[in-house]
């Protein structure tokens, strides 16, 4: 597809394919991909080796200052097509899927500070448009002006069911009541939280895919795409 670059943004609740769906498009129309969700994961990493979440409660102090120390960055990979994140230069791809990064990262996440960080390096990434971006506020918050805003969701236990089989596969050993728990929590902290909490941008597309299949969905928005971009050029 051919044509000036945009902005897209998908906001949605956890697990329900909104990075398969932005890294094929980013791979489709040549742009760049960034997992906002990673990126506070890597910060709740971070303060998990630090020793600065204690019994679930994160100490806000320490994490704050210790922004300051750390880089995040992605690194394409073609050969695999996988995203890869890091973390002052390590490779924390697989780290940061794990159940204890999962559990904390929510509460980690509702840190003014560390939204504030985070929606800068966020910005300084869309300065030249031709990005998908994943995420809860990237609609509302992060790109308000995005010409593509997509709200994904589909219903708690299809998503978790979709979580226990990507774990699984990736040989941890998880039950799935734990998962759905995790994947309802997280849902509610992040619906519910003071700053910046995940709702649709009143200009978002809904993309309810408890029913569709990837290909569906890929389809479904490639078409939206083509609509704004030749709305744009016309
Ligand atoms: O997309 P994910 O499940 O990897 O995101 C992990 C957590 O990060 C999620 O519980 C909420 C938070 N998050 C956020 O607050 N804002 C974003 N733009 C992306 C993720």
Redesign the pocket.
Known sequence: MTGEKIIIAI?GH??CG??TMAKSLAKILGYIYI???????AV?LNALRNGWVNNGKPEIDKIVSGLKNIKITFIWDKSTEKNTTYLNGENVEEE??KPE??QN??P???IAEV?RE??KQ?RENGLKKGIV??????GT??FPKAELKIFMTALPEIRAQRRFLELSENGLDVSFAEILKNVKE?DE??ST?AI?P?KKAEDALVLDNSNLSREEQFKWTLKKIEEIINKNES
């Open positions: 906001d956890s697990s909104k990075s997992d906002s969700g990673a990126m506070y994961r709740t940061i899927r990064v999962s990262v929510s980690i996440s509702t939204r985070m929606v966020q971006m994943d995420g809860r506020d990237i918050v992060v997280r902290i992040d939280r910046s995940l």
